[in-house]
């Protein structure tokens, strides 16, 4: 169904379907904090509410999938008082805002190398995970811990894990995609990344093979709903052509 109330500009194209699938690279955190004076902290504290907001948006729109990035398996390379503001920031909101992603009917997924972390931060993730799993209006995903090529590495290794001892190694895009800790959702229709960086940062290489980007300067903990709008708009006016005429 064409988003409603968007106007195409351009009369030579279909207006593209609503996307399934948002993903976010929510950046700028710790520049918005400096800029400020303030310690890079602030920004993050900043940004989990940029979350919430995002996340309200999507459900509003009725985007089925929306998957932030919230830290990557290089943001272990950050200063040990850094990643730590980022556990405690990350156990503070699963339990604070699970009343809201009940209410609104939102399961939250993870995907990336979960088991790097603590027994403290999967407890509480599980928990939450467990209680939205029956939540069937949006999915919102957080990718922690992840990093693509993790991803791919860890999904080669399953698959010739699952083989071994067979003579039956057969291998085609089908079998990758169904490794890779996305499998339960289609690859991303648009990918947003705020603070003005133009590149991946290691996030879903395999999926955004045909994801249309759309990158803004505005820092990840200045993102609005009128943002997330934005975009919505800029999306429907590409067209999609996946290599063919
Ligand atoms: C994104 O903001 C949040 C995480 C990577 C956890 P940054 O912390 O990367 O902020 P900048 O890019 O340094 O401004
Ligand atoms: C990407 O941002 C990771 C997340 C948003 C979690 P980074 O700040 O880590 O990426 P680079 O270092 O600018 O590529
Ligand atoms: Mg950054």
Do not use: N
């Given at each position: 169904m064409p988003l409603q109330g968007l106007e195409n500009t351009d009369k030579n194209s279909i207006l593209t379907e609503k996307p399934q699938h948002i993903a976010i690279i929510m950046d700028g955190n710790g520049r918005w904090a400096t800029a400020q004076g303030k310690p890079r902290t602030a920004g993050h504290i900043a940004g989990a509410e940029a979350v919430r907001r995002a996340a309200e948006a999507a459900r509003e729109a009725g985007i089925r999938y929306l998957t932030v990035y919230a830290f990557s398996s290089e943001n272990w390379h950050r200063p040990q008082e850094e990643v730590n503001a980022l556990m405690t920031l990350l156990v503070q909101h699963l339990s604070s805002e699970l009343p809201l992603l009940l209410k609104q009917d939102i399961r939250l997924r993870t995907i990336g190398n979960v088991s790097l972390f603590s027994e403290e931060i999967r407890t509480a993730l599980q928990e939450t995970l467990d209680k939205t799993a029956h939540c069937?209006?949006?999915?919102?995903?957080?990718?922690?811990?992840?990093g693509s090529r993790d991803e791919i590495t860890r999904a080669v290794r399953s698959i010739i894990k699952n083989a071994a001892g067979t003579d039956n190694l057969q291998i085609t895009e089908?079998?990758?995609?169904?490794?890779?800790?996305?499998?339960?959702?289609?690859?991303?229709?648009?990918?947003?990344?705020?603070?003005?960086?133009?590149?991946?940062s290691n996030f879903l290489l395999w999926q955004m093979a045909y994801t249309e980007f759309y990158i803004i300067t505005t820092p990840w903990p200045d993102f609005s709903k009128d943002d997330f709008q934005k975009a919505l708009v800029e999306y429907s006016k590409r067209n999609r052509r996946y290599g063919h005429v």
């Open positions: 069937k209006s949006m999915d919102l995903v957080l990718a922690l811990s992840y089908e079998t990758i995609a169904a490794h890779l800790d996305t499998s339960f959702m289609p690859d991303p229709d648009l990918l947003i990344r705020t603070g003005g960086e133009q590149r991946l």
